[in-house]
């Protein structure tokens, strides 16, 4: 039975370490300056959120979301220990994608040198928090019907440049960093039903979009961009707005649902599992996960203190962290479970 493997896993974050003191004296460039700018503290974000520090691309322009993302897919096709240009798919789940169009997908095809004639397929998936559940879903069926023999699947995020750095969008912006992880896919003949990618489903709720959402324009509406950007007053529209309480109490019930429906619907318990990687948006949503969902503690994954939220690439950018750090081996089982704007929301069981 053909079943589909990860092949590679890697992950990148840009050099900048942004800490929690740190915040409170960046511009909307997130530039330091001498004066606080923004009325937070490292006390309300560690104890509400559970972040400490989190990364950020130069304020320049120097870096795109694509070469975030072309970083992390470098190191999981290195892992995988293949060669570019056999990657004949490429699923690449973002929030903040280069430009509007086209999807970034053909932007790090071509930055991977393996664009042209012959190039492969690109999709550019949406699902915000919830795009790489959604994406293995996907890769996972591309390779098992024998569609494609390599898929890259990438989420990478570039979070900095959005963010409203002022007392009014504090509330989002001292949640999100920058970060990119991937993952290669490929089929094995095999007759162990547990190997690989052993489970994923999915799920949205659209009456939870306006929860969570960052709208930049309105194409209903002519013209479509209304706002002076360069006004603080006006350019409310360029940065994510959030009903924090609501995506709060959202994010625990349907992490709690999909991790418990991943066990009954596969049969396996936590002895069968090695970790439990949830989406990183809230240190407090992921313990309030762990204990309504009665998941081993010492079982759970976390990197939120060290990177934020990275939106897409956080559980594939959580794994490769403990994987540097000795914690992950090959071949260990991991359920994933994962929540993000739409409302969207997933888990998937897989090994390493
Ligand atoms: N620094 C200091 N104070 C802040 C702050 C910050 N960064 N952000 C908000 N506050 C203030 C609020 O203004 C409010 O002040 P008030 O009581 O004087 O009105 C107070 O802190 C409490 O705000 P509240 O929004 O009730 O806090 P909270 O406990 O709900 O925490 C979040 C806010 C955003 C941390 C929390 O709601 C959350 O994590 N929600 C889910 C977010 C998420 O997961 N998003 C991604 C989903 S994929």
């Not at 040198?113 to 790489?132: K, L, N, V």
């Not at 990478?156 to 896919?185: C, K, N, P, Q, W």
């Not at 529209?237 to 959030?242: A, E, L």
Request: charge should be negative; proline fraction near 3%.
């Amino acid at each position: 039975m053909r079943r589909s493997i990860l092949l590679g896993l890697g992950s990148y974050v840009p050099d900048r370490v942004v800490t929690n003191e740190e915040i409170p004296y960046l511009d909307e460039r997130h530039e330091r300056r001498a004066e606080v700018q923004t009325e937070t503290s490292d006390a309300w974000i560690r104890t509400r959120t559970g972040v400490e520090a989190r990364r950020y691309v130069p304020a320049g322009g120097s870096m795109a979301c694509s070469d975030l993302a072309l970083e992390a897919s470098r190191r999981a096709i290195a892992d995988a220990s293949i060669e570019a240009r056999e990657i004949d798919c490429i699923i690449y789940a973002t929030l903040s994608p280069d430009i509007h169009f086209p999807g970034t997908a053909v932007f790090l095809q071509s930055k991977l040198g393996i664009s042209g004639e012959e190039g492969c397929a690109c999709y550019d998936i949406r699902q915000q928090c919830s795009g790489f559940v959604y994406g293995l879903q996907m890769a996972d069926a591309l390779v098992r019907t024998g569609t494609y023999r390599r898929v890259l699947l990438v989420g990478a995020e570039l979070h900095s440049h959005s963010l409203d750095y002022s007392t009014r969008g504090r509330d989002v912006m001292v949640l999100f960093g920058d970060g990119a992880g991937a993952v290669v896919i490929g089929p094995s003949e095999t007759d162990d039903e547990r190997a690989g990618v052993l489970y994923t489903r999915v799920g949205a709720d659209g009456t939870g979009a306006w929860d969570l959402y960052l709208k930049v324009f309105e194409i209903s509406k002519a013209p479509y961009v209304w706002y002076d950007a360069a006004d603080r007053e006006q350019n409310l529209v360029k940065y994510p707005q959030m009903n924090g309480k609501r995506v709060f109490l959202h994010a625990v019930r349907h992490m709690v649902l999909a991790s418990q429906r991943a066990l009954s619907e596969t049969g396996l318990g936590w002895n069968d599992i090695d970790w439990f990687v949830p989406h990183q948006a809230n240190l407090r949503i992921n313990e309030a996960v762990t204990q309504y969902a009665e998941i081993p503690p010492e079982k759970v994954l976390n990197s939120i203190q060290l990177y934020g939220n990275t939106t897409a690439a956080s559980v594939p950018l959580t794994l490769d962290h403990w994987r540097r750090e000795g914690k992950v081996r090959e071949h260990d089982r991991v359920l994933a479970t994962v929540f993000g704007s739409g409302y969207t929301w997933g888990a998937a069981i897989f090994q390493i």
